[in-house]
C-alpha cells in the first residue's frame, strides 16, 4: 500500500478542481433550457466558465470545499488504523497546496486548525466487503448548502403544502417543500438526496449516500423511480431558478432511498447539493494502493460549451432579463447607489474587503482597522496562499449572506459602507437600512471561485488572521468583479418577489398526487 497517499491525494485534487461528466451533463441540460439573456442564464454562463477555469488551472471549483467526507469499502483484512493515517496526510497536503480550504473550526473557541485536521473531520466511514480491491469515494460538500439540509417527522403540517401524512404523498410534500425553502441560498441549480425512514441520524445519511449514485442511474424501486420524476419535474416549476434569480432550472438532479423506521418515528431527510457536486471515486489496488480506476466518468470527457454571443433577438421579453452595466469606481458615493435598480449588473473596480461571520460580529462592538466609508464589503471566506511574494487568491467566491442579517444593516450605517456583495440575498433588516442609508446588496455568482480570484489583482493586505483564512479581512484589490444589484436602495429585493412568487407555485402541488 505505498502509493496509498498519494492516490487519495489525486482523489482529493481531481473532487476539488474537475466537476465530474455525469454533473457537467446535467449543468448542460440545466444550462440549454435557460435563455442566456436572462440573469439566470448569465448565472449559468459563469458556472460554465468557472468549471472550465478550475479543470484548466487545477484549482477549487468553489473556494469552500467542504467536508471532506469518505465512504471506504475493503477487503477483509486491509489495516484500516494504516488507510487513517495516509488519508489525514493526504488531506493535509491538499490543504497546504490549495486544493483545499482550511476548514476545520473549533465549535468552542474558533480556532482553524488550518490544516483540515480536527475532532471530526474529515469524515471517514469503513466497510469491509467481499470484493478484492478498495473502493474509496469522497464528496466535499459546502457548508452553504449544508445548512439548507432538512428533516421533517411525518405527519407535518407545511406552508403553502398543507398536512403531510405518513404515507407517499406525504413524503412528495416534504421533498417540494425542501427544494422551496433552500430557495437560492444553496447555490441552485442543486441535487438533492432524500433519505425516508431510518432514524434521524440514520436518515441524514442514507440521504447523502443517495448524492453516491450517479445522476443519470434510474431508481430499481418503481415507486421512487416516479417519484423523482415527479420531484424533477415539479421543483423545477418553483421558478426559483439558478441561484434564486428565477428561471426554469432550480434542480438538477434527485435521488430517493428508502429503509425501514420504528412505528413511532417517520422521518423525511434531504440533503442538498449546490451545482457544484464534487464528488468523486477510485478503485485502489490493495496490493500496491495504486489507482485501478475511476467509479465516475472525469469531467474532462465531457466539456462544458463556453457562453454563445447573446444577441437581442433570442432575448424573450417575458422572462427577467439583465438590466444595464454600470461600472462602480471604489470608493463608492451614495448617489451612485441610488441611481442603481434591482437587475442592474455592477462592475466593481477598486478596493473591496472581506468579511463573513466572525468580522461581523466583531464589528458590532468594534472599530473597523480601515476606513469603510464608501467601501464595499464582500461575504468571502477565499482560498490563500502565501510564498515569499505574499499571498495569492486561489478561490474565491461569494458565501451565503443571510447568516449576517442579524448584524449587516447596522454595520452599514456605523462603517457608511455602500455595497455588499454575497450570494442568496438577505432579509427585511438589511433592506431597510440599505435604504435608509443608501446601499446596495450585489449577487455574485456562488461557486464561481475561479472566475472572481482572476478579477482579483492584488492583496492590499490583512487583518484579523488569528480568524483563520476563511475568516479573516482581507483588502482585495479588484478589476472588471461584475454582480447583479437584486436588493437596492428603493426598497425592492428581487430575493423577496422569488420567495413569494415560488411559495405560490408550491401552493398549486397542494392536492394530492400519489393516493
Ligand atoms: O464557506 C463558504 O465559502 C461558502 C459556503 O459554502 C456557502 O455556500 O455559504
Ligand atoms: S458557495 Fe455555493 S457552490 Fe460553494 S460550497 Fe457553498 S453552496 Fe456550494
Not at 419535474?233 to 430517493?256: D, P, R, S
Not at 417517520?266 to 485502489?284: E, L, P, T
Not at 467566491?397 to 454575497?422: D, H, L, M, N, W
Request: aromatic share 6%.
Amino acid at each position: 500500500m505505498r502509493q496509498f497517499e498519494e492516490s487519495v491525494y489525486k482523489l482529493i485534487v481531481e473532487t476539488s478542481t474537475n466537476l465530474p461528466g455525469d454533473v457537467r451533463r446535467a449543468v448542460n441540460r440545466g444550462r440549454a433550457l435557460e435563455n442566456e439573456a436572462t440573469r439566470a442564464g448569465l448565472a449559468l454562463s459563469t458556472i460554465t466558465q468557472n468549471i472550465n477555469m478550475a479543470e484548466e488551472q487545477i484549482s477549487p471549483i468553489c473556494q469552500d470545499t467542504g467536508m471532506p467526507t469518505f465512504i471506504i469499502h475493503t477487503p477483509v483484512g486491509v489495516n484500516q488504523i494504516e488507510m487513517k493515517k495516509d488519508i489525514k496526510s493526504a488531506i493535509q497536503r491538499a490543504t497546504k497546496n490549495g486544493k483545499l480550504r482550511p476548514n476545520s473550526v473549533d465549535s468552542l473557541t474558533g480556532e482553524n486548525s488550518g490544516d483540515n485536521l480536527g475532532p471530526g473531520t474529515p469524515v471517514m466511514h469503513f466497510e469491509q466487503w467481499e470484493e478484492d480491491y478498495i473502493d474509496i469515494r469522497l464528496i466535499l460538500k459546502g457548508g452553504g448548502c449544508e445548512n439548507k439540509n432538512i428533516q421533517y417527522s411525518l405527519p407535518a403540517e407545511l406552508e403553502g403544502l398543507g398536512r403531510a401524512g405518513r404515507d407517499l404523498d406525504g413524503i412528495r410534500k416534504c421533498i417540494l417543500h425542501a427544494v422551496y425553502q433552500a430557495q437560492g441560498q444553496g447555490c441552485s441549480a442543486g441535487f438533492i438526496g432524500v433519505g425516508i425512514g431510518g432514524d434521524r441520524t440514520t436518515g441524514y445519511e442514507l440521504a447523502k449516500q443517495q448524492l453516491f449514485r450517479p445522476v443519470d442511474d434510474v431508481n430499481p424501486v418503481p415507486e421512487l423511480d416516479r417519484l423523482e420524476r415527479y420531484i424533477m419535474e415539479a421543483g423545477n416549476q418553483l421558478g426559483i431558478g439558478t441561484m434564486g434569480f428565477g428561471g426554469e432550472v432550480t434542480l438538477l438532479g434527485c435521488k430517493i432511498g428508502a429503509a425501514n423506521r420504528l412505528p413511532a418515528s417517520f422521518f423525511v431527510s434531504v440533503a442538498y447539493n449546490c451545482w457544484a457536486f464534487r464528488r468523486q471515486g477510485v478503485k485502489i489496488d490493495p496490493a500496491t494502493g495504486e489507482i485501478a480506476g475511476w467509479l465516475y466518468p472525469s469531467g474532462s470527457e465531457v466539456p462544458m460549451e463556453e457562453p454563445r454571443q447573446e444577441s437581442a433577438a433570442t432575448a424573450d421579453a417575458s422572462l427577467p432579463s439583465k438590466g444595464r452595466e454600470v461600472v462602480l469606481q471604489t470608493p463608492i458615493t451614495e448617489e451612485q447607489i441610488r441611481s442603481l435598480r434591482v437587475g442592474d449588473v455592477v462592475i466593481i473596480q477598486g478596493e473591496m474587503h472581506t468579511g463573513r461571520d466572525a468580522l461581523h460580529k466583531y464589528l458590532m462592538d468594534h472599530d473597523a482597522p480601515v476606513d469603510l466609508n464608501g467601501a464595499v464589503i464582500y461575504h468571502c471566506g477565499p482560498v490563500m496562499l502565501k510564498d515569499e511574494e505574499g499571498w495569492h487568491v486561489k478561490a474565491a467566491g461569494p458565501t451565503t449572506s443571510i447568516r449576517e442579517e442579524p448584524y449587516q444593516g447596522e454595520i452599514i450605517k456605523k462603517f457608511g459602507i455602500r455595497a455588499v456583495i454575497g450570494k442568496g440575498g438577505m432579509g427585511p433588516k438589511t433592506l431597510a437600512a440599505l435604504q435608509e442609508h443608501g446601499g446596495v446588496y450585489l449577487n455574485a455568482i456562488g461557486g464561481a471561485a475561479q472566475y472572481y480570484a482572476e478579477c482579483i489583482k492584488n492583496v492590499n493586505g490583512v487583518d484579523f488572521m488569528e480568524f483563520g483564512i476563511p475568516e479573516a479581512m482581507w483588502h482585495l484589490s479588484v478589476e472588471g468583479f461584475a454582480a447583479i444589484v437584486t436588493m437596492d436602495s428603493h426598497g425592492a429585493s428581487l430575493h423577496e418577489g422569488v420567495e413569494k412568487a415560488s411559495l405560490e407555485k408550491l401552493a398549486s402541488f397542494k392536492e394530492a398526487v400519489f393516493k
